[in-house]
């Protein structure tokens, strides 16, 4: 009978559902450790750019 769901189809829906969930859940664990990697990136990014500006700075102090 088709369109007619089972006992059996609804068991089967449910463990896809539960390794869909789990699935998700280390999708969701992986974007936050990308998340937290972007934002130390970030970080270190503006550290670089304040030790350049010192490191210029201290350049033109010399040349001058």
């Known amino acids: 009978m088709r369109g007619v769901i ?3 189809d609804k068991c089967q829906m ?3 559902r539960t390794e869909i969930d789990e ?3 280390e999708i969701d664990e992986t ?4 998340d937290e990697t972007r934002a130390e990136t970030d970080e270190t990014r503006a550290e670089t ?3 350049r500006a010192e490191i210029g700075g201290r350049r033109m ?4």
């Not at 974007?31 to 990308?34: G, H, L, Q, V, Y």
């Not at 102090?61 to 001058?64: I, L, Y």
């Open 14 to 16: 449910g463990g896809m």
């Open 61 to 64: 102090q010399r040349d001058e």
């Open 31 to 34: 974007r936050a450790e990308i």
């Open 49 to 51: 750019d304040e030790w």
């Open 6 to 8: 089972t006992p059996h």
């Open 23 to 25: 699935r998700r859940a």
